[in-house]
Nanobody
Framework: QVQLVESGGGVVQAGGSLRLSCAAS????????MGWFRQAPGKERESVAV????????WYADAAKGRFTISRDNAKNTVFLQMNSLKPEDTAVYYC???????????????????WGQGTQVTVSS
């Protein structure tokens, strides 16, 4: 079955960086768009960044623009989220998710993503 396993979370001071990874198995990775989402305590899960199946198209939430970079390595079935200049408000559980389809459009709505990882905690201290 499809498995998505996130790693790379941790505790970092404000201004620091983290690189999240999501290793996928049980699917034809290059046929899936991938996204990173996050959920802070007491808040709804939100979209952070999305990358198309080819890696040719990306989308970022306003809060992530200029600080986060999503990328993927289809040869290694892995998607990454490089997070720089982290802020305390970035503290959340970060999830990766997969959506089947080789289409050029970027879809950011959570319910379009059918497979989810278990999440990795990111804590940014002030």
């Amino acid at each position: 079955q499809v498995q998505l396993v996130e790693s790379g979370g941790g505790v970092v001071q404000a201004g620091g960086s983290l690189r999240l990874s999501c290793a996928a198995s049980g699917l034809t990775f290059s046929s899936y768009a991938m996204g990173w989402f996050r959920q802070a305590p007491g808040k709804e899960r939100e979209s952070v960044a999305v990358v198309s199946w080819s890696g040719g198209s990306t989308w970022y939430a306003d809060a992530a623009k200029g600080r986060f970079t999503i990328s993927r390595d289809n040869a290694k079935n892995t998607v990454f989220l490089q997070m720089n200049s982290l802020k305390p408000e970035d503290t959340a559980v970060y999830y990766c998710a997969a959506r089947f389809g080789r289409i050029p459009a970027i879809i950011t709505t959570l319910d379009a993503y059918t497979n989810w990882g278990q999440g990795t905690q990111v804590t940014v201290s002030s």
